[in-house]
């Protein structure tokens, strides 16, 4: 029953806003700037890899309703207007990433994991190797979006964009499904 709430939270993360540019930051004088990436960039592992960043936690909330989601990020490889490419730009600089549509599809595979686990919780004769393919699966997303996050913060920082909690659902219930995979590991010994 958890793993399907969870499954569930990160389907409906994905249509949740993910990501915004806030303007109204951009009033930031260039040394405020660099005092925020310099103090940030001493976090240790746990606040890298693990917890939100302070500042980050700060303006989670600020603007709950804007941004983009995920399946408007998954969608601006399909349609190929301005304002799509403008939008792959900035994901790809959100990202750090040069492929657009590798990056996109990456982003779509939160979902996806998320209803395959589930439809593997409904049955009970599942083979382990379901779960350790999607216990990895899931560990594997988490950690290159982290990283990517990570390598991208202080460009984000200059750039004002910030993440919204569509994007730190999808993080933390993808390590929760992976601790659900690795329990159905465990339990079907």
């Known amino acids: 029953m958890v793993g399907w709430i969870i499954a569930s939270l990160v389907i409906l993360?994905?249509?949740l806003p993910?990501?915004?540019l806030e303007p109204a930051s951009l009033i930031g004088h260039v040394s405020s700037l660099?005092?925020?990436?310099?103090?940030?960039?001493?976090?240790?592992?746990?606040?890298?890899?693990?917890?939100?960043?302070?500042?980050?936690w700060d303006l989670l909330f600020r603007s709950p309703g804007q941004g983009l989601s995920g399946f408007q990020l998954v969608m601006t490889v399909v349609e190929e207007d301005i304002s799509n490419q403008l939008a792959r730009a900035w994901i790809n600089m959100l990202l750090g990433s040069e492929d657009a549509k590798f990056t996109m599809g990456s982003i779509a595979l939160a979902p996806i994991l998320a209803v395959v686990i589930s439809l593997g919780l409904v049955f009970n004769q599942v083979p382990r190797l379901f779960y350790t393919i999607t216990a990895l699966g899931c560990l594997i997303y988490y950690l290159i979006l982290r990283w990517k996050l990570n390598e991208s913060f202080g460009e984000r920082i200059i750039l004002h964009v910030e993440l919204s909690y569509g994007i730190w659902i999808t993080l933390y219930g993808m390590i929760c499904l992976t601790l659900i995979c690795i329990l159905k590991l465990i339990i079907k010994d």
């Open 13 to 15: 993360a994905f249509f």
């Open 18 to 20: 993910w990501a915004r």
């Open 34 to 56: 660099v005092e925020k990436i310099a103090e940030d960039e001493e976090d240790g592992f746990l606040q890298d890899w693990v917890l939100m960043r302070e500042r980050e």
